[in-house]
């Protein structure tokens, strides 16, 4: 049984940082990339960054690039979303998830084989 598990989620006031963590079982992942997406009621689930399984090339994407910084520690089978100067529009459930392509790109909805439930940020303004 494969699961990931989101954790570091919470409420900040803006310009205040967050680190979330999400952490696979049931297999290693050392050899996928992983990355996290977002998601807010009635729009469509939004790609934030992923990170190759090399854990040095990085894809972020421009609404949070120079914020957000995406790591992983394969130690520990676990993905880090670091995030900085939060926005309210930032106010998401984020999620994690793992690609069986081993480089960073650009994902989209359909691209990850495993998901996290997810972990609520909300940042006030």
């Known amino acids: 049984q494969v699961q990931l598990v989101e954790s570091g989620g919470g409420s900040v006031q803006a310009g205040g940082s967050l680190r979330l963590s999400c952490t696979g079982s049931g297999r290693s992942f050392r050899l996928d990339a992983m990355g996290w997406f977002r998601q807010v009621p009635g729009k469509e689930r939004e790609f934030v960054a992923s990170i190759a399984r090399d854990g040095r090339s990085t894809y972020v994407e421009d609404s949070v690039k120079g914020r957000f910084t995406i790591s992983r520690d394969d130690a520990k089978n676990t993905v880090y979303l670091q995030m900085n100067n939060l926005k309210s529009e930032d106010t998401a459930v984020y999620y994690c998830?793992?690609?069986?392509?081993?480089?960073?790109?650009?994902?989209?909805?359909?691209?990850?084989?495993?998901w996290g439930q997810g972990t609520q940020v909300t940042v006030s303004s």
């Open positions: 998830a793992t690609d069986r392509n081993p480089s960073a790109w650009r994902w989209t909805p359909g691209t990850p084989e495993y």
